[in-house]
Structures are given as C-alpha cells and as structure tokens.
C-alpha cells in the first residue's frame, strides 16, 4: 500500500503570510502539508534529496509554496495517477533553454512515485546547461515511456511566458479548469499586486468559494492595481506589441 505525502519546500526570502496561505489552503482541503525551508539548498537538490528519502510505496505530491490546488479532486486525481505509474503535473517549458518547446511536468505541482522515479533512472531534477529544475525528469520519463498528465493553463492574470506553442503561463496561472493554481516568483510579493492576486485566491478556496475570472481580469487590468516595475514593463510590453502590429497591418 502506499504512503501519500505532499511536500513544499521554501527559503527565507519568501513572505510568511505566504507560506501561512498555502498551508490554510492545504487544511482546508483536508490534507498535511510538509512545509520544508530549505534555505542554501538548490530547488532540483532539494528534489532530489526528497525522492532519494522517499520508501519504495511512497507517492509524492511536490509542491512549490506559491501553488496550491483548488480543491481535493485535483489531488486525488493527482494521486491516482502517480499510484497508477503516470507523472502527474502543471505543464511548463523553459523558455531560456534550447530546448524551449519541450513540454514537461513542472516542479511547481507534481506528483509521482518513488517506483516510477527508479524506474526512469533516478533522474536529478537540477539544473544543467539543457534542463531547468525537474526537466530531466519529463525527459526520462518520455524516454522510458512513462506516460506525463499535463494540467495546461485554462486563466492567466498576467501573461508573461511561452508554453511551447501551446498557450502562455505567467503570474497567477489557474492551470486544469480550475485545479491548481501558481502565483510564479513568490520572492516578489512584496510588489504588492502579487500579493493582491495570492491572497484572493487563498481567501476563495478556504471560502469555499468559486474563483471568478472576470472580477480578476478587470482588478488586474484596473487602475487600483499597482505592481511596481513589473506592471510597468507589462504595459510597456503590450504597447510595444501592439504598435508592431499596427505597423504589419497598417493602421485603420
């Protein structure tokens, strides 16, 4: 029989109420949570320092401290999947690599076996040259046939970053139709939009209330909401791209 763990780990750059949020969700839902700070130690070193550990019926639900699911049958599903021989996860790309199509189960909410871990090789989920934190694991997992359940994203805040060709991932992703959510770069939430968009969606889930993606669109895209030099670039950002493509149609 196996021993289900969910496990997150953090540094101490990371804001408190954060790592509060993500546990008050977790409870919520009716689970434990190992909220493990690992400061001086390497995201994929970390990971592999948990695998390692791990008893040969343990299933793992890694999860970083900024993401959290949206409610229990997206963990079950995760679970189930992992017991079943599948990697379960977000679905992510690394776009400042080589190989920036490559489509593979993100460190951010992933779930696995110890079993289906031996048997793709032990893969290390850090970082080299071709492979961002948990890459290597995808890879291998294609390699030795191991079939990924990939959760895409179904509603982006903010827009920021390429998934492959297959849609865009940035801060705050709702990815699966509403079961998991990641707020990306959770050392920045002390631009306080970050922490404006974290915080309402913790407060919905322990509310046990739906997420309403039109008042998040609208409060993003509003006046009210101040984010610092990234919003900035943001709208810079869509400025330029939309004088681009003034000049390739023509303006009308």
């Known amino acids: 029989m196996s021993l289900r763990r969910i496990v997150s780990m953090h540094w101490n750059n990371i804001d408190p109420a954060v790592v509060a949020g993500q546990r008050r969700v977790f409870e919520k839902l009716g689970y434990d949570v190992a909220q493990i700070d690992a400061t001086g130690t390497a995201h994929g070193a970390w990971i592999d320092s948990v695998l390692a550990a ?25 679970f189930a999947a992992a017991e079943a021989g599948r990697i379960f996860g977000v679905a992510q790309t690394a776009n400042h690599l080589p190989d920036r199509d490559f489509i593979y189960a993100g460190p951010a909410f992933l779930c696995l076996s110890r079993r ?4 793709i090789g032990r893969p290390s989920a850090t970082v080299d040259a071709l492979n961002d934190v948990g890459m290597r694991i995808g890879r291998e997992a294609v390699a030795h046939g191991v079939t990924m359940d990939l959760l895409y994203p179904n509603f982006v805040a903010i827009p920021r970053w390429r998934l492959g060709g297959k849609g865009v991932t940035g801060y705050g992703t709702f990815y699966g139709e509403g079961g998991v959510f990641h707020l990306f770069e959770a050392r920045r939430t002390n631009r306080a939009g970050l922490r404006q968009i974290f915080d309402y969606v913790v407060e919905q889930v322990v509310a046990g209330e739906e997420i309403d993606y039109v008042a998040l669109h609208d409060e993003v895209h509003s006046a009210r909401f101040k984010l610092g030099g990234l919003g900035l670039y ?19």
């Open 54 to 78: 791990a008893q040969p019926g343990d299933v793992l639900l890694l999860v970083d401290i900024d993401a959290f699911p949206l409610n229990r049958a997206i963990v079950e599903q995760a």
């Open 234 to 252: 943001f709208k810079r950002r869509t400025a330029k791209t939309a004088r681009k493509t003034i000049n390739r149609r023509g303006a009308h």
């Open 116 to 119: 289906s871990w031996e048997a």
